[in-house]
């Protein structure tokens, strides 16, 4: 287990230098001047153009300005951004519980819903249940996230005016954010129907972000069942008068669950991929929100250190996702 | 009143390629006590036969038999809840692959204490104490280590050792062992037959045995089931059967039995057992007999007399086994 945490650790380190590489890259291979977006329509004088140019250190060579920014992040200065002026760090600090609370709820919606599905669908294969559930997640999973979005907006907070059509909480409440989260915040406030509103603001975003990695979930558990439905073991356990619940959720989703842990850490890529749509879509001030921003803005130092955090978040899930898979699978776990 | 008694069992496959006979009208009796052992080539439908008895084919199966009865109770309409009352406690049944055959997630003591949890009324404390009873009983040196065991730490021997704790785990009063030495060393192959005979005597339990090994038929069977192709050809007391051999299938695989060889597999004898694209009209062991005529290869034999071993023969032979019969 040690060494397969070492050899993890040592994977990481690598990525994390690639990654660090690739996000000063892409900012910078979109055509568009960050100065000369920060003046914006006024326009500037060749004097002050150069004078920011040295400012920002644009007029090194490009080696020179990642070697700056490889040393800065490694001492865990990203910088700051060129239009808050405020550091990079502090930022994505104070948006990320946003993107955080919304991608919990939308991955944990997505497994709660997606592994039971998978597993009535792979027990009553070619049953009715089987079909529509099946059919269900193909169409979860090739719909457009912008339209499919759109269309329960116009349906539950436009028609029927169930849920707010965007942001986190309602403007009737103010309290303070000491956790970022605001189902938690909301309860600490202690105000009367903030945490409804809370929820309510959560819900169509949840399900909007939740629906690819449901269905991704749900097709890989019912195909894991399946596979492991015909196993020697599974008769064994049937020889044993078991349960039908007990072989199927214990024995047979125990092993499905192999495959299906790796997907679900693949979908949490995914799912801030996703982020970045749904928190646009639903002006949820978060950092996909942020990035899309200042993109926009050419916002340098904010793109950079924004993608390389996002990158290792992800790292940082995969290293997790890795561990449980040992864990839940005692022929990795034992190995010596 | 026997333990187990089948009628008339047949299974059918849905297929690929339209439906498959795998086992066809056999008849199949066991004795409170006996052993019966199996016998037949690969595919001859010994392992889907008793599958289907237990009820643990897939879904791809059809089962239909006239009588399907064990310890008096009728297991073709009994609920399933009533099933599982009976699988696994009365009946158990461990498999070729002990590898395969255990789940891998799980330790091994783990799996012996769920069969005990799933019959019996015992206790945390009581399971534990019967879960090592029973890997003593089966020989497992060092229990209390090996009940954190996973499978795969095991070895094939200690594996197989395992499924038979977790079979004769709620004291059955049949046990199937399909293949159970296959998988294994020859030299743990004979740890476990003993193990299993010995077992069966000390519990009085009928024992089911399908091998593949005339000699293991000739030390350990009171009784004999030859199959072929789906068909029960022959069912005699094991005394009996190698003497007089009635049915020509049976005649051919005693005569091509080396005489106290070392070699005690299964003997060849020419030609192949047909499958599901080329069952021949009649008896369906024509192609390969010796005394086949024109009436064997048009119409069914019909199942003789008990005197007969039951063969399924026009022709059974009557003269004890000689060299002629093949
Ligand atoms: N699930 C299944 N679907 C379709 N055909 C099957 C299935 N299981 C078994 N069969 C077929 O049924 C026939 C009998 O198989 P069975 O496993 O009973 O043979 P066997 O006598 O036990 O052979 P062996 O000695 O190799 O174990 C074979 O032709 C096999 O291909
Ligand atoms: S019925 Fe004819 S072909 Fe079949 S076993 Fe008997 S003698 Fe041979
Ligand atoms: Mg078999």
Known sequence: MLRFLFSRLATFFVTFVGVTLISFAFIRVIPGDPIIVMAGERGMSQERYEELSRQYGFDQPLLTQFWDYLTGVLQGDLGQSFVTKKPVWDEFFALFPATLELSLCAIILAIALGIPAGVIAAVNRGKFFDRALMSSALVGYSMPIFWWALLLIIVFSGNLGWTPVSGRMGLLYYFPTPTGFMLIDSLLSGQDGAFTSAIRHLILPTIVLATIPLAVIARQTRSAMLEVLSEDYIRTARAKGLKPWRINGLHALRNAMIPVITVIGLSVGTLLAGAILTETIFSWPGIGKWMVDSIFRRDYPVVQGGLLLVAVVVMIVNLIVDMLYGLINPRIRTRK | ?326
């Open chain 2, 1 to 326: 009143m026997a333990l187990l008694n089948i009628r008339n069992l047949s299974v059918d496959f849905a297929t690929g390629g339209g439906s498959f006979r795998a086992v066809d009208g056999v008849d199949v009796t066991v004795e409170a006590g006996e052993v019966l052992a199996i016998v037949g080539e690969s595919g001859s439908g010994k392992s889907v036969s008793m599958l289907a008895a237990m009820g643990l084919l897939p879904w791809t199966a059809t089962v239909t038999a006239d009588e399907l009865t064990f310890d008096g109770k009728d297991l073709r309409n009994l609920s399933p809840s009533a099933r599982r009352k009976v699988i696994g406690r009365d009946v158990a049944m461990i498999f070729q692959e002990p590898m395969s055959s255990l789940n891998p997630c799980f330790t091994v003591g783990f799996q012996i204490r769920e069969a005990l949890a799933q019959h019996l009324n015992l206790d945390r404390a009581a399971r534990k104490k019967r879960a090592l009873e029973l890997m003593e009983m089966v020989g497992i040196p060092a229990p209390e280590k090996r009940l954190n065991a996973f499978p795969h730490q095991l070895s094939g021997g200690m594996n197989q050792r395992v499924m038979i704790a977790m079979a004769i785990a709620c004291g059955p009063k049949l046990l199937i062992a399909d293949e159970p030495t296959t998988a294994l060393d020859v030299t743990i192959q004979a740890q476990i037959l003993d193990l299993l005979t010995g077992l069966q005597r000390d519990a009085g339990m009928g024992l089911i045995l399908i091998t593949h090994d005339m000699g293991v038929v000739a030390e350990t069977a009171h009784r004999v089931a030859v199959q072929y192709a789906g068909w029960k050809v022959e069912d005699q007391p094991v005394k009996d059967l190698f003497q007089t051999p009635h049915h020509p299938y049976t005649a051919a695989l005693l005569a091509a039995l080396p005489e106290r060889a070392t070699e005690r597999r299964l003997p060849t004898i020419p030609g192949v057992v047909p499958g599901q694209f080329d069952r021949p009209q009649g008896c369906l062991f024509s192609p390969r007999c010796a005394f086949a005529d024109d009436r064997c290869r048009s119409t069914l034999p019909p199942v003789q007399p008990p005197e007969l071993g039951r063969a399924r023969c026009h022709y059974p032979l009557m003269a004890p086994a000689t060299e002629e019969a093949q």
